[in-house]
């Protein structure tokens, strides 16, 4: 059954949203002011909450911020209610992150489409994360993982998070000019988790939250730390969960860490994938604009396995482009993806961004992305992600690609 808590202090129209509700089959829980129901929600993660505007103590905003600052509660599905309609309330209440604003006095009607839309477009998204992952996160050993997760975020032990380096190289000049983090999960219990298992765990339960701050700060450290060892112009990227893009204070916090770390913006790039910008675009397009304003590049991840709608390539201030490895593999045999590919690689230079192959592991495919003039390779053939220690080691030895 669908749960829907109603935050409203005004008890005659709770009453009547819940009388309607229940009306439904609606599950509902009540709360009488923001204070209550911010507890109410992290207590209950219910599937939607409906909010007022004006309350005292705590009011809609407050409720929204706290709500989208904790990590159980921070994808639930907003809609604020309120009396007030000036535009500027709109605006607010949507930047803080709310799905979507119902003015009163609204009808039966207008009230059941909001809910029906926010819980679909949910759905949705549980599914793009379900349907690849559903026989793990059903099964005995994923609840196990989530429970130790859990412990791990809750008792702040981020010395289990490792962040490992995959080299970017031109291949042209051969020189390494970028790098991924990629996180590992290394538990006491259950040994080094591998990515396919952590990331979707992570994301299906909100924790994936606190402990991309964490890989966030770290990996501008360490960019700081090469930074100071001379590689200035190394950059290093970040993948953005579609979590975090819809945090209302996302790019105030980018803005924060290359403060707080002394880090020169262009250092730093963030990897979307497409499924995550289309998630919400109109947003990404905000919030990426916003970031790429201090500096900050963008790279589109994992390019052509998502959703082929092209239009936002030219709306997203996008730096790089990375092909996704299924293009990449046997390229030089597969007439299909060579046409994709060299198809993908003019359009990128057309709009005058850089392009990387991903999951580069043999020398004909290098071969053939470097007739076609792909810009850069990340790949087997020249490096596994390795922790920072063996990273450095290639690093700081100037190893190179052969041209
Ligand atoms: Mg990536």
Redesign the pocket.
């Known amino acids: 059954m669908t749960k829907i808590l109603v935050i409203e202090d005004e008890e005659l129209v709770r009453e009547n949203i819940l009388d309607l509700l229940a009306a439904e089959d609606f599950d509902t829980i009540a709360a009488t002011n923001g204070r209550i129901g911010v507890e109410l929600a992290v207590s209950e993660t219910p599937d939607l909450i409906l909010c007022d505007l004006m309350m005292p103590e705590i009011d809609g905003y407050g409720v929204l911020t706290a709500l989208r600052e904790e990590s159980v509660t921070a994808t639930i599905p907003f809609i604020f209610l309120t009396a007030k309609s000036a535009r500027g309330d709109f605006r607010q209440a949507m930047d803080l992150g709310a799905d979507d604003y119902l003015t009163k006095p609204f009808t039966r009607t207008e009230l059941l489409s909001a809910i029906a839309s926010r819980l679909a477009k949910q759905a949705i998204l549980a599914k793009q994360v379900c349907t690849k992952f559903e026989a793990q996160i059903f099964s005995p050993k994923f609840h196990m993982m989530e429970v130790y997760l859990r412990r791990t975020i809750e008792e702040r032990d981020f010395q289990q998070f490792l962040v490992y380096y995959q080299p970017i190289v031109d291949i042209h000049s051969g020189r390494i000019i970028a790098a ?1 983090s ?1 996180l590992r999960w290394q538990h006491p219990k259950l040994g080094m988790v591998a990515p396919t298992e952590l990331i979707p765990l992570a994301e299906s339960t909100g924790l994936i939250l606190p402990i991309s701050d964490w890989v966030l700060n770290k990996v501008c450290q360490q960019t700081k730390l090469w930074y100071n060892a001379g590689f200035t112009d190394l950059r290093v ?1 970040v ?1 953005l969960s579609a979590h975090q893009l819809i945090q209302p204070n996302f790019s105030q916090k980018i803005v924060n860490l290359l403060l707080s770390n002394n880090l020169v913006p262009d250092c730093l790039e963030l ?1 979307l ?1 497409e499924n995550i910008i289309m998630q919400d675009i109109n947003r990404a397009i905000s919030t990426m604009k916003e970031v790429n304003s201090f500096g900050v590049k963008i ?1 589109i ?2 390019f052509g396995a998502g959703y082929s709608s092209l239009i936002y390539l030219k709306q997203l201030p996008i730096h790089t482009l ?1 092909i996704d490895r299924y293009f990449i593999q046997d390229i030089a045999n597969d007439s299909q993806k060579a046409v994709i590919t060299t198809a993908l690689i003019q359009m990128a230079h057309n709009l005058n961004l850089q392009t990387v192959a ?1 999951g580069v592991e043999t020398e004909q495919e290098l071969a053939f992305l470097r007739q076609y003039k792909c810009d850069a390779m990340q790949g087997f053939l020249f490096s596994c992600p390795l922790p920072v220690a063996e990273f450095e080691k290639i690093l700081f030895a100037k190893k190179r690609l052969n041209v």
Do not use: I, M, V
């Open positions: 991924e990629l990227a993948n990897e994938t790279a991840d994992d990375k991903e």
